[in-house]
């Protein structure tokens, strides 16, 4: 089962990644995680996006603005998912 905000937010990030001048390999690497966690036959957590969305708050602190915009698209995509799940 595909989530396709899980999805849009792995592509967000790997555009950040691109244009990023810091943090690179860190957003990357968190694209990937969604990436996976997107196809994955049961979806994440709150906890698992909370601490994706934490470390993405750090990252989006230490960029320049366009990435900055990019990594917030990820963030909203990110809440939007959350807003399905159950639970917290």
Do not use: W
């Amino acid at each position: 089962m595909t989530r396709t905000k899980l999805e849009t937010a792995s592509e967000r990030l790997d555009s950040a990644a691109d244009s990023a001048k810091t943090n690179a390999d860190r957003l990357a690497d968190l694209a990937a995680q969604l990436d996976q966690l997107a196809e994955a036959d049961r979806g994440p957590d709150h906890g698992r996006m909370a601490r994706i969305q934490t470390a993405l708050d750090e990252i989006q602190q230490e960029t320049a603005d366009e990435t900055a915009a990019t990594i917030e698209d990820a963030r909203t995509a990110i809440s939007e998912y959350r807003a399905t799940v159950d639970g917290v």
